[in-house]
């Protein structure tokens, strides 16, 4: 795992406006961009990768058809087809490309699509003045969502142009190296006792539906581990034959090892010199210190039962997380630390809850009790989704800072491997 | 849905010794087998469908493997290449036959497999005297198991059976006709406070690993439906075009329509004369007071949120069960009920909880808070499919009525549809 | 490869009546039949192999449909869905069913399908009293197409079951062993110069359509194998690494070796205790004398090419069997040859033309000029298959004796291995 | 069909110099590029179309690893990965990338493959001086055959840009509208008397290796159409139900139709304002006296069977073209020719042999006699595709006048569309 360093944009000020997060969040994307070559944007590598510019312009539709259509009756699209190219999966806002051939348009350009952004950014700064700060006006929410919704994908981008370089033989680099951490801090457990808890976010501020409502649950009496596995714990599951022994999987789990011949976490490699990871900034050797990354849930289940340990429920996660501050390696956050995050323990005693890796939890992605969707096509946001997908916690390196969250809830199939995504262990006390 | 009806085969008496229990379970899975041709034995339709032939194989081979070969030192297989042939999943006692190559394996002859069944019993009730019925005995548990495995595929293959029908265009009928309820009860609703339960098995008795440890649940207030979900309902739906509108769907669920053109439940088609409905009896006219049945989870899902309700937890539908006998239309009760079974409420205003159609519930299918699996091969049973299920509860018409518990844990994809699952439907009070 | 021998079926006498010949024929498939269970006949392996009970409904139907519907008007079908299970491509003849799920329907059953075939046995016989030899009444053509067209499924029943006894891990046997070659003939190769020669069938007797017309060829100077290659001269080319040298190999040959794990031809396994073949009389030792079998077109190929040679065209197999007579180890002659056919070299030094192995040539089975389909479905029967496969010329050991002829077409797509089929070898002179 | 115009390329003047002709084909391979946009270089729509990007450095990789390998020990590749990347299918060059990934690849970008081709044309204008004309130097003939090479690939550059501009929602040109065929001239038929004829090229001058041997054909008599088949003609066959009647074509033609939903050639849009047809120029009405374009063999011979008619062999196509002179729209020739090409009919009464669209013949693209490939990994380069492929003669619009020849022979699989391929009829007289 490699920290992103994208340079120098800065964070909104605390108590931004809503026009000056609006900016700062834009720019943010375009910045993401700068490495890259104009070829880098066009393509995608498998059905779950975009390309960078179908992100660009997504995110922008997003803007258009949820808040300018609705707000502005004086706004016209630069073209009418960007709706159809650009919707990625809202069935109630009309015909979409098929995603499985984002990466084959090579038109419009990026040129024209940053030339996208800017019309949608003139129009939505005309709104913006307009509904300054005043959070009854009809638009304010559906910015807000529309914020998140593009902190979400710049997460995707760089997950993403990780893939399309990783698939390129010639393996490019997207960011210079940064030091990585030369030893983990040792491994400690901290312990919870048995009780009922609010799991769910209850305000002020912005959540996603599907984190709510906050509803009372029993959690048993836990233990969770301080820190992430590390690429060094995972690097032992390799040699002890972790990924040839069945009775460490899944059923579907180790068909899948079988199939896609799985021998370690993606983007490691082995050499006659050792094994290499691909980050961000290249092909390095393993370190073995940084958590272990771009591993799928099986993997992270069969490495927990390997270790005599389980992964953690959602709750237990929100339950230990509870005075931890959002602190870590984001994305946006890596101008303040040119080095590595420090692994400091708070006062729980836990590290790396945000900023690292994404956590899997053992939670099914599911509907708490009394979820309601938000009607209309904002309403397929999250909800359509409930079903073969495992809850993931904290929040990684590729994560924008101000879009982490206690009772965020991320969440990806069994088998995916290109997140940022690592394991925290749980078990009893 | 049709009732199974398959004559005079004596439920086990009350008390029976565990030889007597192993007679009878035995003799129910032949028993099941009378209506049918040798050459209705041997195929499979699809993936989940296995061989009558299979079927009648591989329980043998479950005691063979896992109560014979550890605890008989005499005992010889007539076949050593049975234990390839016959083995389903578990990976731990050696190498297997391919799934999907199950159909074509036209050897042993179902002769020679009635013979091989011979075999093991003859076995199995030497092993039985010795045991008698000392549940101390280290073969007791699996023996044991072993009848709850083979009344499994009891369900396992009528459910086969009939979809193997149903494929043929001669369309054969397994059962001769029985009559279907004139009118369905109408729909009430029980309510049921918050509070904290204790969900899981806590004995005496037998159960599946699965559903153990019991462990304590705070079940928020809910309403449960007195009945399960009609045809007629259920046409309602099919004639609102609820199998057109993605809003009413899952994403996945929405895909897997398109993809497969659902239009209606599994063994439902429309002919010029009306729906009809193929059951172990033929094709018949949909029969509107029945409970519907062979639909999937993602159906069962967009009905209830079609009709403004919801699926229940499996914690609710527990909790709600507690004080329900068990009772209904199970595979070896229909000799004590030539009609229809009542759907008369019980004290809680429960019907049909067992004995009609397996309830969908909205619970992934993981493992409970503590679930340990049994060691060894054994231990593969349930927890290695604990990814991208869903829980149901209650039992079918196809299920042995002494096979039927309260806290029982069946689970299933979310796109099958092959077995006898229907819905009942909950909401906040 | 092994000998069919299915025993006392006597071949119609010369000058037998239509009727004598249609009785022959019809009793010919079920002596075929004699050795299978009935669980043998209900299954298929992969699409290219029909159930054996396909095979004896299929050719009752050709009968019922092409020569009973048009001229008995008191015919009356057992069962009218049959014409829908049992037509295999004549688009103008009706629906079908579909191809791929012919090995899942399990009724009607066996006996029903003998039933069936003795049904149209009875209407044929009362036709054919009235058509006698008359070869001008309308019915007599298409009456010796279907006996023709019989036959090649006599063939295919054998070829079927052999893939179907190689599925199962049990290696059933079909047959019991004969004796094989001991030693092959040394290799010989017979010259021929150029000359224009007539090529195609011009009568009298039966020919199938794509044998028409017979056309002016003008045929170069070239040789051809006295024999065809043997077992051992294949395991010379495997043993020199002939599978793994893409230098030898078609594009898309070479793409199929690496995807299917070719290693040799199909039915030979690699022991410790060397090669062996499954034959129908179940796995033996390889027989190096025999003729290598079950080869593709792309190995034919590739071995050619190693060899230094090449296949020869058709029209060269055809000029060169001008004054060879129809003689071999066919099917129905093996009880006049209880042990292996002489190897014998005719007056034109050529042996093994008919009755081993079917010759793949180096043509592509199109049409001949001014080839004419027969008109309505079945003018469906050679022509449209006229894309992507090569011409096969001479019989193998599973072909009736009286079914082969020398301008005869069989024609096989590039990667099938399941016929009986082999090399003779050609080359300029 | 449009009229390809990529305007003022010089055409090599008679009798240049290897060097000049080396200059010609490089630069003509640039300015194919000009109407293209950095994006459009980078991706592939479909396994057959690989990127602009990729042409371009696959035709330089050929002299690399053909040419300056072998022949200048100082030559060194700007990159040793580009080997791995460009190299298309010569196994014995070398492990090469996969095609199907080609669209994936983002770097090189376009201005380092540029670069690369200046690198390589840098060395080759180096080794140029010293081969001067001297064909017997032993670089000599592999400079040819690279020049012929990438004529091919200029050919494919277009028709791949063609796919990728009409799988965009926004539909680009690559060019601007030229003049189409006001109307076809009248169809006549040129009749020609059975003889024996050589056939295949026998210098001087070049040829591809799979055109040699020429050898003596005896050749049937037969007439062909004085021209192609024009989109109007088309249009009457769609019109007549030619593409649902399963009678008119192949089995696995009928199998593509029905799979593909094909109803009229690639390209052609059905619109509430009639027939549309995508050009290089963008999407136009159908211009109903251009030659139809676009069509499969499936196609190609079902329209011949509707017709009435057949389709040639490759034998009656060279011997008919025999006086015929190379003349057409060829893709550096439109300069001259700035309206649409006389279709004036030659001394034979044939037009339209070449620069409109490759003519399917009904001959299967094998070997002729005595063929020999060239040795090495140059010997892939055409035998090894002998195999499930059809001949097509003439050439095309998109083809290279220079390029264009009486004897060449392409071949493509009998689904192809995206190639400039068409339907001229024959018959016998």
Same mark, same amino acid.
């Given at each position: 795992m490699t920290v992103v360093d994208v340079g120098p944009v800065a964070a909104p000020p605390a108590g931004a406006t809503l026009a000056e997060r609006y900016a700062a969040v834009r720019a943010q994307t375009e910045a993401l961009c700068a490495p890259l070559e104009t070829e880098d944007y066009v393509v995608s590598t498998m059905t779950d990768v975009s390309p960078t510019k179908w992100h660009l312009a997504h995110t922008s539709w997003f803007f258009e058809t949820?808040?300018?259509?609705?707000?502005?009756?004086?706004?016209?699209?630069?073209?009418?087809?960007?709706?159809?190219?650009?919707?990625?999966?809202?069935?109630?806002?009309?015909?979409?490309?098929?995603?499985?051939?984002?990466?084959?348009?090579?038109?419009?350009?990026?040129?024209?699509?940053?030339?996208?952004?800017? /019309?949608?950014?003139?129009?939505?700064?005309?709104?913006?003045?307009?509904?300054?700060?005043?959070?009854?006006?009809?638009?304010?929410g559906v910015i807000?969502?529309?914020?998140?919704?593009?902190?979400?994908h710049q997460e995707l981008l760089v997950t993403d142009i990780k893939h399309v370089f990783w698939m390129n033989p010639l393996r490019p680099a997207y960011l210079p190296r940064v030091p990585e951490r030369a030893a983990a801090a040792p491994l400690r457990w901290a312990s919870f006792d048995e009780?009922?808890?609010?799991?769910?976010?209850?305000?002020?501020?912005?959540?996603?539906d599907n984190e709510t409502p906050? /509803?009372?649950?029993?959690?048993?009496?836990?233990?969770?581990?301080?820190?992430?596995?590390?690429?060094?714990?995972?690097?032992?599951?390799?040699?002890?034959?972790?990924?040839?022994?069945p009775e460490l999987w899944l059923s579907n789990g180790w068909a899948t090892v079988q199939e896609r011949r799985w021998e370690a976490p993606l983007y490691w490699?082995?050499?006659?010199?050792?094994?290499?990871?691909?980050?961000?900034?290249?092909?390095?050797?393993?370190?073995?210190?940084?958590?272990?990354?771009?591993?799928?849930?099986?993997?992270?289940?069969?490495?927990?039962?390997?270790?005599? /340990?389980?992964?953690p429920t959602e709750a237990e996660w929100e339950v230990a997380a509870e005075r931890v501050p959002v602190d870590g390696r984001f994305v946006d956050a890596r101008r303040f630390h040119p080095g590595p995050a420090p692994s400091v323990p708070n006062d729980v005693g836990l590290a790396q809850l945000y900023g690292d890796v994404w956590q899997w939890t053992g939670s099914a992605y599911v509907a708490y009790p009394g979820f309601r969707p938000s009607p209309g096509a904002i309403g397929e946001y999250n909800g359509k989704f409930m079903c073969d997908q495992w809850v993931l916690?904290?929040?990684?390196?590729?994560?924008?800072?101000?879009?982490?969250?206690?009772?965020?809830?991320?969440?990806?199939?069994?088998?995916?491997?290109?997140?940022?995504?690592?394991?925290?262990?749980?078990?009893?006390p």
């Amino acid at each position: 795992m490699t920290v992103v360093d994208v340079g120098p944009v800065a964070a909104p000020p605390a108590g931004a406006t809503l026009a000056e997060r609006y900016a700062a969040v834009r720019a943010q994307t375009e910045a993401l961009c700068a490495p890259l070559e104009t070829e880098d944007y066009v393509v995608s590598t498998m059905t779950d990768v975009s390309p960078t510019k179908w992100h660009l312009a997504h995110t922008s539709w997003f803007f258009e058809t949820f808040v300018l259509a609705p707000n502005d009756d004086a706004y016209v699209s630069p073209n009418p087809r960007y709706a159809f190219l650009f919707n990625s999966y809202y069935v109630q806002a009309g015909e979409r490309h098929c995603r499985a051939k984002r990466g084959i348009v090579t038109r419009p350009t990026v040129a024209e699509v940053f030339a996208y952004r800017a /019309h949608v950014d003139a129009a939505m700064h005309r709104l913006l003045a307009e509904v300054g700060d005043d959070a009854s006006h009809p638009a304010y929410g559906v910015i807000e969502l529309g914020l998140h919704h593009e902190q979400q994908h710049q997460e995707l981008l760089v997950t993403d142009i990780k893939h399309v370089f990783w698939m390129n033989p010639l393996r490019p680099a997207y960011l210079p190296r940064v030091p990585e951490r030369a030893a983990a801090a040792p491994l400690r457990w901290a312990s919870f006792d048995e009780g009922v808890h609010h799991v769910g976010f209850a305000g002020p501020g912005f959540s996603f539906d599907n984190e709510t409502p906050a /509803h009372r649950v029993l959690v048993g009496a836990f233990r969770l581990a301080s820190r992430c596995v590390t690429n060094g714990e995972w690097l032992a599951f390799v040699d002890d034959g972790g990924y040839r022994k069945p009775e460490l999987w899944l059923s579907n789990g180790w068909a899948t090892v079988q199939e896609r011949r799985w021998e370690a976490p993606l983007y490691w490699e082995r050499t006659p010199d050792g094994w290499t990871e691909f980050t961000l900034a290249g092909t390095a050797p393993l370190a073995l210190a940084e958590p272990a990354c771009h591993v799928s849930y099986y993997e992270a289940d069969a490495f927990a039962r390997w270790a005599g /340990h389980r992964l953690p429920t959602e709750a237990e996660w929100e339950v230990a997380a509870e005075r931890v501050p959002v602190d870590g390696r984001f994305v946006d956050a890596r101008r303040f630390h040119p080095g590595p995050a420090p692994s400091v323990p708070n006062d729980v005693g836990l590290a790396q809850l945000y900023g690292d890796v994404w956590q899997w939890t053992g939670s099914a992605y599911v509907a708490y009790p009394g979820f309601r969707p938000s009607p209309g096509a904002i309403g397929e946001y999250n909800g359509k989704f409930m079903c073969d997908q495992w809850v993931l916690r904290g929040a990684s390196c590729a994560t924008p800072r101000s879009h982490a969250r206690r009772t965020y809830r991320n969440f990806f199939p069994s088998d995916a491997r290109w997140q940022f995504t690592g394991v925290r262990l749980a078990g009893e006390p």
